[in-house]
Nanobody
Framework: QVQLVESGGGLVQAGGSLRLSCAAS????????MGWFRQAPGKEREFVAAIRWSGGSTYYADSVKGRVTISTDSVKNTVYLQMNSLKPEDTAVYYCAQTSQTFMVVPTTMDAYTYWGQGTQVTVSS
């Protein structure tokens, strides 16, 4: 069984930065994919970024492209989401997720991901 634990969320002013971490345990493979999603109050959960555990093939939502970097540390079994130039509209609960199978292309949709963390709150004040 895979367990995912997010951390690093908090309150930050607009223009600031945060680095989210997702520590994974259980069945891991360099061929599986990790994703970050977020859900703002009253909105549906949406894709933010994704990467293969091996570190290649990164994908970003247009809304965060250029401001966010996803990366992996296979030694620590941790996935990071570095967020810069944060905006109030980035306020949401951020979730990490992992697939249970290999995809030719790293997926960007929720239904491809089997395991989910509990989420970490990010609040950006204006």
């Amino acid at each position: 069984q895979v367990q995912l634990v997010e951390s690093g969320g908090g309150l930050v002013q607009a223009g600031g930065s945060l680095r989210l971490s997702c520590a994974a345990s259980g069945r891991l493979s360099n061929f599986l994919s990790m994703g970050w999603f977020r859900q703002a109050p009253g909105k549906e959960r949406e894709f933010v970024a994704a990467i293969r555990w091996s570190g290649g093939s990164t994908y970003y939502a247009d809304s965060v492209k250029g401001r966010v970097t996803i990366s992996t540390d296979s030694v620590k079994n941790t996935v990071y989401l570095q967020m810069n130039s944060l905006k109030p509209e980035d306020t949401a609960v951020y979730y990490c997720a992992q697939t249970s199978q290999t995809f030719m292309v790293v997926p960007t949709t929720m239904d491809a991901y089997t395991y989910w963390g509990q989420g970490t709150q990010v609040t950006v004040s204006s």
